[in-house]
């Protein structure tokens, strides 16, 4: 029995093996055919395409941390530009100031009706203003009118003296002729000497970064001197008739608003507003060399015997300044109008203190413009060149055209020099030719801003 179930288990052992054998035969035999191979390249193909892609999105990971990053400072400067931008814009402010600062007015020559022109201002330092360095250049003045506006909370003292002269001929022919270049008449021969000394102290003080008032009360001395033979009594001997005033001025009030914010190469545009009163001397109040009347009087001089320090009439001006920046010069230019308003139930003083009654006096408007050019010669000190114009309407009396008025042209060339003492001071000299007949023949005006 033993003996036979010997046989059986070493035939199923056999088998066992045989069966094995040929499973590893069929197996080493599967792995090493064509379709293994292939799905083994497959693999490879995959594991290195997951590399790659393990390997971008490391880079990618980079990428976002490096973009966090870049973002966090962009953010960061764009906080800085901001916070830049805001100085800047302060300092843009002051900029102006300083820029329009190197612009303060001098006056122009001394007419009896004094016209308010817009004019860039003398170099006076505004306010507290920033470190030397970077100054933009001061030029002298030459106009009536700042265009510069001080800072708030601050004011200037302007003390101002001008002196004016001017002379004028005057022939007339009265009578008739019989034949050409034989009169039969008189001829009334006139020269008149004009001397205007003005004593000024303007006050300006910065209501707003923008906005400057101004008040400017002057003291006139006048002195007339005309050379004539009086009409009519056929006489050789020249006469010589004097007169002279002295008493306070006009006052004007003024304001003046920055439009915008200027700067290097870019200009600068201030708009002006100005008012004159007739707190001077009016000149209907004066007496005049005339018995009873004056109009178609054939006695006296018909001359006042006390000259006017007023206009007589209230006046507003309107006018728009522009400056250009440079360097090292500073372009400036500026267009007004003034308009005189008409008084009614006017009166003139004659001798023995009648009144001859007028009526409606209205003097015509005036449109001016001027223009020049500043240039800095060092640190202290500048030079400017400039021109004046304005034109003066014809007066009416009782709404008609006064016979004999026209127009009036009156130019005036301008050469100004400016020396800053100190940071607060500045004095500033301009001189004036008139190139028109019925302009001043020449004005010298000093002025010492001062700032506080």
């Known amino acids: 029995m033993a003996h036979l179930k010997f046989p059986a288990v070493s035939a199923v052992a056999c088998a066992v093996v045989l069966l094995l054998g040929s499973t590893v035969q069929a197996q080493s035999s599967t792995r090493s055919g064509p379709q293994w191979q292939a799905m083994q390249a497959r693999l490879e193909a995959l594991s290195q395409e997951l590399a790659e892609q393990r390997r971008l999105l490391a880079d990618l990971e980079s990428f976002r941390q490096q973009y966090f990053e870049q973002r966090g400072l962009l953010q960061s400067l764009e906080r800085q530009v901001a916070q830049q931008q805001v100085a800047l814009d302060e300092l843009r402010g002051t900029a102006s100031w300083n820029v329009l600062a190197s612009q303060r007015g001098t006056g122009t020559a001394g007419e009896p009706l ?20 970077g100054r933009p250049p001061e030029v002298a003045p030459l106009f009536e009118q700042p265009g510069v506006l001080t800072q708030p909370g601050h004011y200037v003292l302007e003390p ?5 002269y001017s002379s004028s001929n005057r022939v007339a022919l009265v009578g008739y002729t019989i ?3 034989l009169l039969i008449g008189l001829i009334d021969v006139r020269e008149v000497k004009r001397n205007t000394v003005t004593a000024a102290l303007s006050a300006r003080v910065g209501v707003s970064r923008r906005l400057e008032l101004e008040l400017r009360a002057p003291y006139v001395y006048r002195s007339d001197a005309t050379v004539s033979r009086e009409i009519f009594e056929g006489s050789a001997t020249e006469s010589v008739f004097s007169a002279n005033g002295m008493h306070m001025g006009d006052l004007e009030l003024g304001a003046r608003y920055q439009l915008n914010d200027g700067g290097i190469d870019k200009p600068f545009y201030v708009g002006t507003l100005r008012l004159k009163t007739r707190t001077g001397t009016d000149p209907f109040d004066v007496v005049t060399d005339c018995q009873t009347r004056c109009v178609g009087n054939t006695t006296g001089t018909g001359l006042p015997l006390d000259l006017p320090t007023g206009s007589g009439f209230y006046s507003l001006q309107a006018g728009l300044t522009m400056l250009y920046p440079s360097d090292p010069a500073v372009f400036f230019g500026s267009v007004t109008y003034l308009h005189n308003f008409a008084r009614d139930n006017v009166s003139r003083t004659v001798l023995n203190g009648e009144k001859e009654f007028l009526g409606t006096i209205s003097p015509g408007p005036i449109i001016g413009f001027n223009f020049g050019m500043g240039l800095a010669l060092n640190e202290k000190s500048s030079f400017s060149l400039g021109y004046d114009h304005s034109s003066v309407g ?33 004095l500033s000299v301009a001189v004036g030719a008139g190139l028109t007949t019925d302009t001043p023949d020449v004005s010298l005006t000093v002025r010492l801003p001062m700032t506080f």
């Open 179 to 181: 034949i050409p270049a």
């Open 160 to 164: 101002s003296l001008q002196y004016g």
């Open 394 to 426: 014809r007066t009416r009396h009782n709404g008609e055209v006064v016979p004999g008025s026209v127009r009036t042209q009156l130019g005036t060339l301008l050469l100004g020099y400016s020396y800053r003492l100190s940071k607060t001071t500045s």
């Open 114 to 133: 004094r016209l308010a022109q817009a004019q860039p201002n003398a170099p006076v330092p505004v306010g507290q203003s920033p470190a030397t360095e």
